[in-house]
Nanobody
C-alpha cells in the first residue's frame, strides 16, 4: 500500500507563514515529480508548485516569490513553505507524487494525499 500523508495545515493570519509536509510511504521504488495543488471552496483544483527528482521547480504565477517547494529524497518527503499568506490562499492543499512502486509489480503510479486545510484570516 502506497500513500502520501500531508501535514502542517492550520489557521494563520494574513501575512503569516506555514510549512506543509508530505511524506510518501509504502512499496516505493522511486519518486519522480512531486507537486502541491490546492482547491478553494467552490473552485477547481489548481497547481501550486511542482518539483522533479533532480530539484527543478515550477510555480503557478500567483505563488512565485511567496511559496517555495523543496524535497528530501532520503525521506521521500516534499515540503511547501508558504510566506506572506493571503486570505485567498485559503484552500485544501493536496500533495501528488508520480511514483514507481514495486507491489504487486513494478509500475508507474500517480498518488494523491488526502489534503490538509489551510485557512488564512484577514
Amino acid at each position: 500500500q502506497v500513500q502520501l500523508v500531508e501535514s502542517g495545515g492550520g489557521l494563520v493570519q494574513a501575512g503569516g507563514s506555514l510549512r506543509l509536509s508530505c511524506a510518501a510511504s509504502g512499496s516505493i521504488f522511486s519518486i519522480n515529480a512531486m507537486g502541491w495543488y490546492r482547491q478553494a471552496p467552490g473552485k477547481q483544483r489548481e497547481l501550486v508548485a511542482t518539483i522533479t527528482s533532480g530539484g527543478s521547480t515550477n510555480y503557478a504565477d500567483s505563488m512565485k516569490g511567496r511559496f517555495t517547494i523543496s524535497r528530501d529524497n532520503a525521506k521521500n518527503t516534499v515540503y511547501l513553505q508558504m510566506n506572506s499568506l493571503k486570505p485567498e490562499d485559503t484552500a485544501v492543499y493536496y500533495c501528488k507524487g508520480n511514483l514507481v512502486v514495486t507491489s504487486p509489480v513494478y509500475r508507474y503510479l500517480e498518488v494523491w494525499g488526502q489534503g490538509t486545510l489551510v485557512t488564512v484570516s484577514s
